[in-house]
Nanobody, 125 residues
Framework: QVQLVESGGGLVQAGGSLRLSCAASGRTFSSSAMGWFRQPPGKERECVAAINWDGTSTYYRDSVKGRFAISRDNAKNTVSLQMNSLKPEDTAVYYC??????????????????WGQGTQVTVSS
């Protein structure tokens, strides 16, 4: 079993930075791919970034590439999303997600078995 708790969301001015953190409890974390998804107002949930089991392979949505960075620390059971140069269009509820034993990167919602509660990120202009 894996449980995820997110933190770090908030209100920030355009051009600013936020760091989201996801703390995982469970025994499958170190072998599982992880992802960050977001759901803007009135839109469907979309994958923002994903990382494979050992952190050697990553995926970024085109609109955030070069601005966001996903990382993981398997020794501490944490996954982070560093968000720089934030734009108003980044405003969304952000979710941490974990696969159950899947090692490779995936952007598909159905690939993820566990989800955090979500944290609101609001970027003002």
């Amino acid at each position: 079993q894996v449980q995820l708790v997110e933190s770090g969301g908030g209100l920030v001015q355009a051009g600013g930075s936020l760091r989201l953190s996801c703390a995982a409890s469970g025994r499958t974390f170190s072998s599982s791919a992880m992802g960050w998804f977001r759901q803007p107002p009135g839109k469907e949930r979309e994958c923002v970034a994903a990382i494979n089991w050992d952190g050697t392979s990553t995926y970024y949505r085109d609109s955030v590439k070069g601005r966001f960075a996903i990382s993981r620390d398997n020794a501490k059971n944490t996954v982070s999303l560093q968000m720089n140069s934030l734009k108003p269009e980044d405003t969304a509820v952000y979710y941490c997600a974990a696969t159950e034993g899947r090692g490779g990167v995936s952007t598909a919602r159905n690939a993820y078995d566990f989800w955090g509660q979500g944290t609101q990120v609001t970027v003002s202009s």
